[in-house]
């Protein structure tokens, strides 16, 4: 994200290179070592422990960086979450957000929620990007992202009430996508129809929304512009929608008083954002992305069907805020210290005993659109690798560290096997995934209460050490680490660190 996140000096070679130990492959020509070393050394921190082969001794690592602003690198840096969601990624976008000018939303819709606790408050996003906590910054909700409007200005009223100013903080893409209350009832609809088969949705409209957009029908936020054309498109959209769902009843009229109602509030904020954010970027302001959802959610590359209608990987980021890749420069995943999901589907480490009961409870896991129990397990390492080669990770967050305290002992998926096949990442194929026998490897857990740790080095030795095998093991380093729920309850080590043995 900042000077050693660049794109510039993550080569691709530079990441194949860093193995566990953090040495520079040996098949490399001489040229390609020294340009590597150079790359991992603007990457990694400064000291990784040395782990014997069972992994139960750690050298204590050195003394954390001065935790000194960081010096930007122009590009628009990204935020993701790399599980399946409920990650923390808003807390990381509200800390980061506070030094950038930019803080846009590209693809999802208020299926996602990000809960952030700053100065004793909470507060609960869907919509809005975290970062109109900024009270400098700008929010963009890019044309990627469909927009339930009604949920919309909610949310837009509840900031107004806690103090929030947003009134011409907030530009709605005039190419985002509208979601209409019957979108949310033929969501309902469709998985009620599923029975047993479910998916797991969240019924807000999500996926019948996209499938207006892909089939050419939908109506878009620009579309406000031009009432009459809007009436037009929105009564041809219901009629469609109406002989598509016998039983589904649309009070056409009503609902156009509604849009009539609120056109002008929408459309005083509705921009090109394209046009908006890449001259944000020449003009050198800083930009941040806030992912919603998250990568093994994703419509291609999650565990399909159980998965969302977008891309909650860094492709969107492209496709749905209109910019180059050459432009992005970061890449943030945030990871929990352990793994959660919400909604059907495989989820190989799940724990169905009292270690997920154990991690749902001092977790607070549930869900903060549905207020769904959350799924709980250990952390699975196939999983996160692959999300790391989708989305190509410069730095780690790992979230929900002191959520482990207090446990005897800790595992870590650390590969699959399946009919006596090893897997090193996730399979597509949902009846082997739903098969595998996941291997694990154990640590020894810590007692100590960590929730106002601030420096890396005042951890306990095997909250440290849990740390540093995650690292090992993703070959990706992990900067940020959440110690407790609020703002300020995060252990930073620094941007200026190398990966040694």
Request: net charge positive; charged share 25%.
């Given at each position: 994200m900042y000077s050693y996140l660049t794109r510039k000096t993550l080569g691709a070679s530079a990441v194949s290179a860093v193995v566990a130990t953090g040495y520079i492959a040996s098949d490399c020509s001489p040229a390609v070592k020294r340009s590597n070393a150079l790359s991992v050394s603007r990457l990694l921190p400064q000291s990784l422990p040395v782990f014997s082969q069972s992994h139960a001794v750690c050298e204590s690592p050195p003394s954390s960086p001065p935790s000194s602003p960081p010096s930007h690198v122009h590009g628009i840096d990204v935020v993701l979450g790399a599980q399946w969601g409920d990650e923390g990624k808003g807390k990381l976008v509200d800390i980061l957000s506070q030094t950038y000018d930019v803080c846009a939303r590209v693809a999802g819709g208020s299926n996602a929620g990000h809960t952030i606790v700053a100065n004793g408050r909470k507060y609960k996003f869907h919509l809005v990007p975290s970062g109109i906590l900024n009270e400098s910054g700008t929010c963009v909700i890019g044309n990627g992202v469909v927009i339930h409007l009604p949920s919309f200005i909610e949310e837009c009223e509840s900031l107004g009430k806690a103090g929030i100013k947003y009134d011409g903080r907030i530009k709605i893409s005039d190419r985002a996508h509208i979601v209409f209350d019957f979108h949310q009832e033929v969501d309902g609809f469709n998985e009620n129809r599923l029975g047993r088969n479910k998916i797991g949705t969240t019924k807000k409209g999500i996926g019948p929304a996209y499938a207006s957009k892909i089939s050419r029908n939908g109506l878009r936020v620009g579309d406000l512009q031009d009432f009459e054309y809007f009436e037009e498109r929105f009564r041809t959209l219901a009629g469609d929608m109406m002989r598509s769902f016998p039983g589904l009843k649309v009070d056409v009229d009503k609902e156009l008083?509604?849009?009539?109602?609120?056109?002008?509030?929408?459309?005083?904020?509705?921009?090109?954002?394209?046009?908006?954010?890449?001259?944000?970027?020449?003009?050198?302001?800083?930009?941040?992305?806030?992912?919603?959802?998250?990568?093994?959610?994703?419509?291609?590359?999650?565990?399909?069907?159980?998965?969302?209608?977008?891309?909650?990987?860094?492709?969107?980021?492209?496709?749905?805020?209109?910019?180059?890749?050459?432009?992005?420069?970061?890449?943030?995943?945030?990871?929990?210290?352990?793994?959660?999901?919400?909604?059907?589907?495989?989820?190989?480490?799940?724990?169905?005993?009292?270690?997920?009961?154990?991690?749902?409870?001092?977790?607070?896991?549930?869900?903060?659109?549905?207020?769904?129990?959350?799924?709980?397990?250990?952390?699975?390492?196939?999983?996160?690798?692959?999300?790391?080669?989708?989305?190509?990770?410069?730095?780690?967050?790992?979230?929900?560290?002191?959520?482990?305290?207090?446990?005897?002992?800790?595992?870590?998926?650390?590969?699959?096997?399946?009919?006596?096949?090893?897997?090193?990442?996730?399979?597509?194929?949902?009846?082997?995934?739903?098969?595998?026998?996941?291997?694990?490897?154990?640590?020894?857990?810590?007692?100590?209460?960590?929730?106002?740790?601030?420096?890396?080095?005042?951890?306990?030795?095997?909250?440290?050490?849990?740390?540093?095998?995650?690292?090992?093991?993703?070959?990706?380093?992990?900067?940020?680490?959440?110690?407790?729920?609020?703002?300020?309850?995060?252990?930073?080590?620094?941007?200026?660190?190398?990966?040694?043995?």
């Open positions: 008083e509604y849009y009539r109602s609120i056109q002008k509030k929408v459309v005083d904020m509705t921009i090109d954002t394209i046009q908006y954010t890449n001259d944000a970027h020449s003009s050198g302001k800083k930009i941040l992305v806030e992912g919603a959802n998250a990568t093994m959610l994703d419509i291609d590359f999650g565990t399909y069907p159980y998965v969302t209608s977008s891309n909650p990987s860094i492709g969107s980021v492209l496709t749905g805020l209109g910019v180059s890749p050459m432009k992005l420069n970061g890449i943030v995943g945030v990871v929990k210290a352990y793994c959660t999901r919400v909604g059907e589907g495989p989820f190989p480490t799940e724990q169905l005993n009292s270690v997920g009961e154990f991690l749902q409870k001092e977790g607070y896991e549930f869900g903060t659109t549905t207020n769904r129990p959350r799924r709980c397990g250990w952390l699975d390492i196939p999983q996160m690798k692959f999300s790391t080669i989708i989305n190509g990770f410069t730095t780690l967050n790992l979230t929900k560290l002191d959520v482990l305290t207090g446990m005897p002992e800790l595992k870590i998926g650390t590969h699959y096997m399946y009919k006596g096949k090893h897997y090193d990442t996730m399979p597509a194929n949902l009846k082997v995934m739903g098969g595998v026998e996941v291997k694990y490897e154990t640590l020894p857990g810590w007692k100590e209460d960590i929730s106002k740790i601030t420096k890396f080095e005042d951890l306990p030795l095997n909250a440290r050490r849990y740390v540093l095998r995650v690292q090992e093991l993703l070959g990706v380093p992990i900067r940020w680490i959440g110690v407790g729920p609020n703002r300020d309850d995060v252990v930073d080590r620094g941007e200026k660190w190398e990966l040694k043995r």
